[in-house]
């Protein structure tokens, strides 16, 4: 899926997109250099915009290694410029959105929901850069989220991404404060996130993500009050039970089985990344990936066999009570009945999650008419920290993106009325005025009231529409007569109520 190429220039402040004859090209690899270039010698090169895949789109830039001399590595150049306008795409890149004003409400009152949300539970804001290093996302090899990096090399020749997910940041972050943090976090963080995947309804190469993670309980009283969370923030939308669920199940499910084969540990990640394709490739499919993580073909068929349980009954029909999975499991169906979100939740022993780091309660809220993706998930992940060199904290958290749960609000005619509303709009009768009419603005706006300041001389007929477009409560007129008394005309305009006020009166 090569996104098409286009030219770019980098430059030290922007970027500019431009036409110009090419002299030669050079594709760049994360290994690349440029020490074998002349000096003050201008080539024209292409940039790899992804980082993994030999069908890369790329750019085409220019490159003037004698900028290395002033002490900078790989400095970029302009093309001359010319006079001649260039016609550009409006549309933003595939994958990515506008939000113009309308949009704009949308997004502030979900995010709104969502902080919320996450502070009636008692948890902390937190952000991170939404570049980051490149290793931090490369764990393990398979993972989807690999391959769909958006990454490159920068003027230091490292390695930067645009973060995928938030998850990671977290971690590099607890792992920097070190010891001078308490012990358990409650965290949550709305961020933007870019992949490089193939886009579906509600799945997008840019998206904004919620997250909230507590660091610190090993116990699945964390994994219920995360659940409890998430069904919280639906209450408050109108979504219900019948609208959404949640399926929940233990990656020590599988351990037992891979333990009982004799399957590797180091093979148990590669298997939950396969076991995560079950709905999107076929079961022939899934049996040659299993085969090649190392996997018997009578362990393939115990494991396919276990995976299609669907209650915790036959779980420990199965695996006997002893395990750990069976009894955390037992906690957690015990906690949301406490919590209230016991008909929101049901077993599924083929919830597995496509990322290695999870490593035992995993679980993911679906639309029960089917029409959408997952919208939500998460679960454990108590040894992600050691595998950025920190010591490991037990930890759990979900993932939540701003784009899914859209649609399923359309779907269900959930979407709130979000229009602009204005307390006031001022308005001189007289050119003469405007002077006044922005004392008359700064007034109000200084007592907390929003106002529309019209700024030019418009007729009263435009001014109404323009009071009826933007929903303001009332129209302020500053008239040459009323001025003078050192009073202004007021209407109400949901009432059609009409008087004259002082301007020190005016509230």
């Known amino acids: 899926m090569a996104a098409n190429p286009s030219r770019l220039i980098l430059r030290p402040t922007l970027n500019v997109y431009f036409k110009s004859p090419i002299s030669k090209t050079l594709h760049l690899s994360p290994s690349s250099s440029f020490s074998h270039i002349a000096p003050r010698r201008t080539i024209s090169f292409h940039i790899a915009t992804r980082c993994s895949s030999s069908r890369s789109s790329s750019h085409v830039g220019t490159y003037n290694d004698s900028s290395a001399n002033a002490g900078r590595s790989g400095g970029f150049i302009s093309p ?9 795409d409006v549309n933003p890149p595939k994958g990515t959105r506008d939000f113009p004003p309308e949009e704009m409400r949308l997004r502030s009152w979900l995010f709104q929901n969502f902080r919320e949300v996450s502070q009636l539970f008692g948890f902390e804001e937190v952000d991170f850069p939404v570049l980051e290093s490149e290793a931090l996302f490369i764990r393990k090899a398979g993972e989807e989220i690999r391959d769909q990096l958006y990454c490159f090399e920068d003027r230091g020749n490292r390695r930067v ?3 995928p997910e938030l998850t990671p940041s977290l971690a590099r972050l607890v792992i920097q404060k070190g010891k001078s943090i308490s012990l358990p976090l409650k965290w949550f963080a709305i961020g933007q996130c870019w992949r490089y995947e193939r886009m579906t309804r509600g799945r997008r190469r840019e998206h904004y993500q919620w997250n909230m993670d507590v660091i610190g309980v090993p116990e699945v009283t964390a994994e219920a009050e995360l659940i409890s969370a998430i069904v919280t923030f639906f209450k408050r939308l109108g979504i219900t039970e019948t609208d959404v669920g949640f399926k929940v199940s233990s990656r020590k499910v599988l351990q037992e089985v891979l333990r009982f084969y004799g399957v590797p540990e180091e093979s148990f990640g590669r298997v939950c990344i396969v076991i995560d394709k079950l709905e999107k490739i076929p079961l022939d499919e899934i049996k040659k990936e299993l085969k090649y993580a190392g996997m018997p073909d009578d362990g393939i068929e115990e494991l396919l066999e ?4 669907k209650s915790l009954t036959q779980l420990e029909e199965r695996l006997g009570t002893s395990g750990e999975a069976v009894n955390e499991l037992k906690q957690l169906f015990a906690l949301a009945e406490q919590f209230g979100c016991s008909e929101w939740i049901q077993f599924d022993a083929s919830i597995v999650r496509g990322l290695a780091y ?3 309660i995993v679980f993911e809220g ?14 454990r992940y108590d040894r992600l920290l050691s595998t950025f060199g920190g010591d490991d904290i037990p930890a759990c958290g979900f993932g939540f993106g ?22 006031n709009i001022v308005c001189s009768l007289d050119p003469e005025l405007q002077g006044s009419s922005a004392l008359v603005a700064s007034t109000l706006r200084g007592k907390g009231q929003s106002v529309d300041l019209v700024l030019e001389s418009k007729p009263l007929k435009w001014v109404f529409k323009r009071a009826s477009r933007i929903n303001a409560r009332r129209l302020v007129l500053i008239g040459s007569s009323e001025w003078k008394k050192g009073m202004v005309a007021v209407k109400i305009l949901s009432t059609g109520e009409q008087y004259e006020v002082k301007l020190d009166e005016l509230d």
């Open 402 to 423: 701003d784009a899914v749960i859209v649609e399923l609000l359309k779907d269900r005619n959930l979407l709130p009325e979000l229009g602009l509303e204005v307390d």
């Open 80 to 88: 001359a410029i010319t006079e001649t306008p260039q016609k550009i």
């Open 366 to 379: 679906f639309d029960r008419q089917k029409k959408l993706r997952a919208i939500c998930g998460g679960g």
């Open 306 to 309: 276990v995976l299609s349980i």
């Open 161 to 163: 991404a645009l973060r």
């Open 358 to 360: 999870y490593t035992g």
